[in-house]
Structures are given as structure tokens and as C-alpha cells.
């Protein structure tokens, strides 16, 4: 499992300033991440742990004292990492040349130099996040290096104010190439066409279109026209049918817990029914929108819109302007599944179709793509 990095309280930020040599920094884990963890992994193995206890005291063990069993071991697991994370520290010093890295945590401290003509280029990227109340996107910055682990990170924000403008500095200050995760691994861009929209580059030649693409069936994908907007929505749930099945009898283990543990105290025992309440109103909720809603892709000479449709209404989702979008892909996500269709600006990114077919998405693409070049030679014309 990968470190969050501790952004700290002024503007949730962390960023390697390279403006003035030789520069150095300092990256920790998120301390409230890991004080979190292990606080939680104390809560959630120790209870059960205190109710195999006393099942055990009292001469019973059956099968459903196996259900015990599943708190502890994910417990010890979220504790490790929870205290790897309060321990984690890495110093990043750059001379011009070549960075040079120590990295202390749980697992021990190793030190690392590697010169700057290893790295492939300057990689902006994003990656989603999500707490006990809430979610949010990092924005990060990355120097990409054929070994993974001697990725280095240059920037990271909550926010995608200035992103873009941060990936093109680090870019043009290093000398590397601005890269971009996209389907075949990274898509580069050159320095002098980092400031120009998709429609721009389409114009100069320098993007394909697959117009053959659009004739091949897209499974998964609903096409029709509203005028000259073309509206691809998804015919199915984006969550496939066994990962919602798992989110709906996930929570059924702690009502298991609470009826078939006559023994624990009484307040433990409507502790873990409560608790399954609640996650089993709140997964079935989730699952029922998925079921009940379609992801809807539009694309029009005004731009393109992702929103979500249900039964005779549409939700306002979100939208860019043709001339804002910088980059059509398809991306993944930084959990290496679920490839999606992303269309970005310097602002911010639209997905759409997670985990369809790669032809799906490639339908997909190549309709943005062609809808951005046929409003380009009208507005030449």
C-alpha cells in the first residue's frame, strides 16, 4: 500500500521547489492517516478479540466462532501500516544534476542517488482518495523513472488550481519531456505544445483519429443524437454485478457477529448490529443508484458533459469547453484497473465508462475526437 504523504495545514500542499540550487526537501506520512489506522485497527481487532475471549473461556468454539477471526487479521494488517505511516520520512535533495534520496520507515532506511538523465520526463496524474466522511483527488507531479520505486514526487495538492501550470515549469526547468498517463502507458507531450488545446494539435496533425473506430459495435455503449450533439450512455451498472453483490453482504458479518455471540456484553453485541445497520443501508443505497442511473457521455461543438441519467430526468454533472480540453485518453486509474475514457482541461478531468471494453473506449475517444476536429473546420470555415 502506498504512503500518503502528510500535505500539512497551509493550503493541504506539498511541492519541491527547484527555483533556487542546490534544494532539498522533506516528505512524512500523513499523521493523521496513521493515528487514524491505528486507533481503528485497536478498535476494530480488539473488540472481537475480547469476544473470542470469552467464547473460548466458556468452552464454545464453532463456527461461527470463526467470525471473530477476520477483525484481528485485517486489524494487524491496518496497525502496520498505520504505524508505518506516523514513521515514514524521506529526504529529497537535488544539486542540478542528480537527486539524491533517504527514505526511513517500519521496513528500515535506505539511501538512493540517481542522475537526472535517468528520468524518462515530469508526469502530472491524478489519484483518488477516499476517507471514513469524505473523498477528494490529489494532483500530483512525478519524475518518471524506469524503477518504479525511484519515482520522485514533485508536487502534490488537494486542489487543481495551477496544476497544469506546475507540470509545464517543472517540465521546461528540468528539460524533460511533459508526460501524461494514457492507454499505452504515457503520451508525451513536447514543451512548445503544452499550452495548446487537443482541437489545436488535431489541426497541426499531430493527433490521430481511428475514424474506423466509429463504425465497429461498442458493447456496453447506448449511441444516439440530439442535433449535432452526440450522446453515448452506458446500457449497464458501472460496478459489476459481484462487486455489489460483496458491498451488500459485507456488512452481514457484524450482524452475524451480534446474533450468534450470546456471550459478548450486551452493548458489544448492539455495537456490531448497529454498525451493520448502517453499512448495509448505506451500501444497498449505493448499489440501488447504480442500478436505478446510467453514466451519460455528451459531446457537442459547445464541449463535453459526463453526467448521470435516470428515469425521465438527467443530473447536471459536469462540463469542459471544446476549446479548454487539453488532453483525450484513456487512463487508468492509480489502482492499475479500470481503464476510463478522461477528458482533461488545466482545470480539471471528466471520466467516463470505467471498466467498459477497450473498444468501448476507443468508441469513445475517437467521438470526442472527431466532434472536436469537426468544430474546429467550422470555426476555420
Known amino acids: 500500500m502506498p504512503i500518503t504523504i502528510n500535505l500539512g495545514a497551509r493550503g493541504r500542499r506539498w511541492e519541491m521547489d ?19 489506522l491505528v ?14 475471549v470469552s467464547e473460548l473461556e466458556a468452552g464454545r468454539f464453532g463456527v461461527e466462532t470463526l467470525l471473530f477471526l477476520v477483525f484481528p487479521v485485517i486489524g494487524v494488517g491496518l496497525l502496520l501500516f498505520g504505524a508505518h505511516s506516523l514513521l515514514w520520512r524521506r529526504r529529497i535533495a537535488f544539486d542540478g544534476s542528480a537527486f539524491t534520496v533517504a527514505e526511513h520507515g517500519l521496513k528500515g532506511t535506505r539511501q ?19 476517507t471514513k466522511n469524505s473523498s477528494y483527488t490529489l494532483y500530483m507531479i512525478d519524475l518518471v523513472h524506469p524503477d518504479s520505486d525511484r519515482r520522485i514526487n514533485l508536487y502534490t495538492d ?14 521546461r526547468r528540468l528539460s524533460l519531456p511533459a508526460l501524461e498517463e494514457g492507454e499505452g502507458g504515457m503520451v508525451r507531450r513536447e514543451a512548445a505544445d503544452l499550452d495548446k488545446s487537443v482541437g489545436e ?16 459495435p461498442a458493447k456496453g455503449l447506448a449511441v444516439s443524437f440530439e442535433g449535432d450533439v452526440a450522446v453515448l450512455t452506458r446500457t449497464g451498472p458501472a460496478n459489476a454485478w459481484w462487486g455489489s453483490l460483496i458491498a451488500v453482504l459485507f456488512p452481514l458479518i457484524f450482524v452475524g ?33 447504480d442500478l436505478l442511473s446510467r ?21 447536471k454533472g459536469k462540463r469542459i469547453e471544446t476549446a479548454r480540453i487539453e488532453t483525450v485518453t484513456i487512463a487508468r486509474k492509480s489502482s492499475g484497473s479500470r481503464p476510463a475514457l478522461a477528458v482533461a482541461s488545466d482545470r480539471e478531468t471528466l471520466n467516463f465508462g470505467g471498466g467498459l471494453p477497450r473498444r468501448s473506449l476507443e468508441f469513445a475517444m475517437n ?15
Open 367 to 381: 467521438t470526442v475526437l472527431a466532434k472536436i476536429a469537426e468544430t474546429g473546420r467550422r470555426s476555420r470555415y
Open 201 to 216: 494539435l488535431i489541426a497541426e496533425g499531430k493527433v490521430e483519429i481511428d475514424y474506423d473506430t466509429l463504425s465497429r
Open 158 to 171: 488537494t486542489s487543481d488550481g495551477g496544476f497544469r501550470d506546475k507540470w509545464e515549469a517543472f517540465a
Open 257 to 289: 457477529v451480534a446474533i450468534y455471540a450470546p456471550d459478548m456484553p450486551m452493548f458489544m453485541r448492539y455495537l456490531f448490529g448497529g454498525l451493520g445497520v448502517l453499512f448495509e443501508v448505506a451500501f444497498v443505497i449505493g448499489v440501488l443508484v
Open 295 to 315: 453514466q451519460r457521455l455528451r459531446v457537442g461543438p459547445a464541449g463535453v458533459s459526463v453526467n448521470r441519467a435516470y428515469s425521465g430526468s438527467e443530473s
Open 18 to 36: 527547484l527555483s533556487t540550487l542546490p534544494a532539498e526537501r522533506i516528505q512524512t506520512g500523513s499523521r493523521a492517516m496513521g493515528v487514524f
Open 112 to 130: 538512493w542517488r540517481e542522475p537526472l538523465s535517468a528520468y524518462h520526463g515530469v508526469m502530472r496524474h491524478t489519484r483518488r482518495v477516499r
Open 39 to 52: 486507533v481503528f485497527a485497536l478498535f476494530w481487532g480488539g473488540l472481537p478479540v475480547l469476544g473470542l
